[in-house]
């Protein structure tokens, strides 16, 4: 697998500990491509900074949350889970979205109660435009797909309440193919955290966007947010073969956690505050899928 398309995640982390948000993408091992299943930090919020290959490590992830809540032009959240959208009700998209008659605005304001003016409803149902496979219908593979999903944007968002990394560091890996563009910091951002120069390059291609010139569009813009988190879950796997979109249907949501943040939290993590956070990732999806009246399918421990 090649730079560009390697994408680890970051992951949330314990709070207190380690922080939420951040970086999406792990640092390349020696020798060039990232390695396979571990990441720098989970799904953009997810799992303790691992230091193999330049990542950071419990030292500097220690330092404060990973993402911030007064990100994306001073944005704040607790506003109403739909609210920067609009009204659900008045949009003729959502009313024709497949994915809007799986997860209504009043299951996701349920899964999300606090609500959050950074994720809206709306935009994570246009941005869902973009991949017509995710949870697309009213069957029980497609519940557990929106729930695995929202579960790890969960966590690595601290429930939509986190942007932007807080520790921000640079994320430059040097690359013929995708070169840091100068003056610009790599760091986890949107709702799964994408993060490294190589993870912005491959998402900018693949969304046709100038990610890695201008990575700020991915906390700035509201669409980009979500957008961002489903271009990982639909089309990333981390080295592992597969995508967290498919491995929710053929191996569980514990698979989903490998390709996301497995380096760090999966095979029997022994520290604590991993510990907690894996706990944190599954209990989100244990509670999304009683909230749609699906069993939880496959293994959700890694």
């Known amino acids: 697998m090649s730079m560009a398309r390697s994408l680890a995640s970051c992951a949330l982390v314990l709070f207190a500990a380690y922080g939420c948000g951040e970086p999406t993408g792990q640092a390349p091992a020696a ?5 396979a299943g571990a990441a720098a930090t989970g799904a953009g919020h997810g799992g303790v900074a691992s230091n193999a290959g330049g990542g950071y490590g419990a030292a500097e992830a220690s330092a404060g949350f990973a993402g911030s809540s007064a990100s994306s032009g001073g944005v704040a959240a607790g506003g109403a889970a ?7 009700g008045a ?9 809007a008659k799986l997860i209504t605005q009043q299951v996701f304001e349920q899964m999300f109660p606090q609500g ?14 973009n991949y017509p496979d995710f949870a697309s219908d009213g069957s029980d593979g497609a519940k557990r797909d929106a729930a695995a999903f929202l579960a790890n944007v969960a966590r690595e968002s601290l429930e939509l309440q986190y942007t932007d990394e807080i520790i921000q560091g640079p994320y430059c890996q040097p690359s013929d193919d995708c070169p840091c563009a100068d003056g610009k910091s790599y760091f986890g951002r949107g ?8 993870n912005y390059c491959a998402a900018g291609k693949d969304l046709g966007l100038p990610l890695l010139a201008n990575p700020e ?17 639909m089309t990333q796997t981390s080295g592992t073969g597969h995508t967290p979109h498919s491995a929710i249907a053929s191996d569980g949501f514990g698979e989903t956690i490998r390709i996301i943040n497995g380096g760090i939290e999966c095979n029997g993590p022994t520290d604590p505050q991993v510990q907690a956070n894996v706990a944190d990732r599954k209990s ?9 009246g699906v069993s939880i399918g496959g293994p959700i421990d890694c």
């Open 31 to 35: 020798g060039g491509a990232p390695s």
């Open 82 to 88: 739909g609210s920067s959208g609009g009204a659900a």
């Open 91 to 99: 949009d003729p998209f959502i009313a024709n979205s497949p994915f």
């Open 116 to 129: 959050s003016s950074l994720y809206s409803y709306v935009d994570l149902v246009h941005a869902t435009a």
């Open 191 to 198: 709702a799964l955290q994408i993060s490294w120069n190589y």
């Open 217 to 233: 569009l991915v906390s700035s813009d509201p669409n980009l947010r979500w957008l961002t988190g489903l271009w990982f879950w």
């Open 284 to 292: 989100h999806y244990l509670r999304f899928t009683a909230i749609l």
